[in-house]
T-cell receptor
Framework: AQKVTQAQTEISVVEKEDVTLDCVYE???????LFWYKQPPSGELVFLIR??????QNEISGRYSWNFQKSTSSFNFTITASQVVDSAVYFC?????????????FGSGTRLQVQP | DTEVTQTPKHLVMGMTNKKSLKCEQH?????MYWYKQKAKKPPELMFV???????INESVPSRFSPECPNSSLLNLHLHALQPEDSALYLC?????????????????FGSGTQLSVL
């Protein structure tokens, strides 16, 4: 069984502040994928990143960066210089690569409000 | 831009009605999904189709009936729903890694159908 925990239910920041969204996961699988999805008010979930458990390199994409630490089972997401358009619910998710139930397990989501 | 199109965007139905939700993608994806999302909750998987065959049914009540007429279309037929079935229903698709396997590729989601059951 796997579990994804996003302890921050809601975060509010002022534009241009940096913000970090936490994600902690549990899985017995040695090989797995981690994802972040963004859900703006329009409803659709937008893929942001996929990370293989073998690849612990941090990744940066524009204002977004991800810190994967296998030792602490965390996959945190940082937005630098936040903008109002970043306001959304962000979901962290996990899927094992091995056998058994192979469907995404989502965290409960973090609602980010960026104030102008 | 989302490449998964869902219709209708909003639906209000009574408990005795029969209605259908539609989903369409033209990305050549061979896996398609239905998720249910209640307010302030994460999406919950309902069904997975792989190569137009139902591969996962997450113990969904029979009042929800999925259908995959072809590789581009996915329907969800609704009958005798309950008020607690009111939710956002999301369709998604992904490339398929192999026959019957659930892909680890990213999912492309539609904007969903906001369903209200009265």
């Amino acid at each position: 069984a796997q579990k994804v925990t996003q302890a921050q239910t809601e975060i509010s920041v002022v534009e241009k502040e940096d913000v970090t969204l936490d994600c902690v996961y549990e899985t017995r699988d040695t090989t797995y994928y981690l994802f972040w999805y963004k859900q703006p008010p329009s409803g659709e979930l937008v893929f942001l990143i996929r990370r293989n458990s073998f690849d612990e390199q941090n990744e940066i994409s524009g204002r977004y960066s991800w810190n994967f630490q296998k030792s602490t089972s965390s996959f945190n997401f940082t937005i630098t210089a936040s903008q109002v358009v970043d306001s959304a619910v962000y979901f962290c998710a996990l899927i094992p690569r091995g056998g058994g139930r192979r469907a995404l397990t989502f965290g409960s989501g973090t609602r980010l409000q960026v104030q102008p | 831009d989302t490449e998964v199109t869902q219709t209708p965007k909003h639906l209000v139905m009574g408990m005795t009605n029969k209605k259908s939700l539609k989903c369409e993608q033209h990305m050549g994806h061979r896996a398609m999904y239905w998720y249910k999302q209640k307010a302030k909750k994460p999406p919950e998987l309902m069904f997975v189709y792989s190569y137009e065959k139902l591969s996962i049914n997450e113990s969904v009540p029979s009042r929800f009936s999925p259908e995959c007429p072809n590789s581009s279309l996915l329907n969800l037929h609704l009958h005798a729903l309950q008020p607690e079935d009111s939710a956002l229903y999301l369709c998604a698709s992904s490339q398929e890694a192999g026959q019957g396997l659930i892909t680890n590729e990213k999912l492309f989601f539609g904007s969903g159908t906001q369903l209200s059951v009265l």
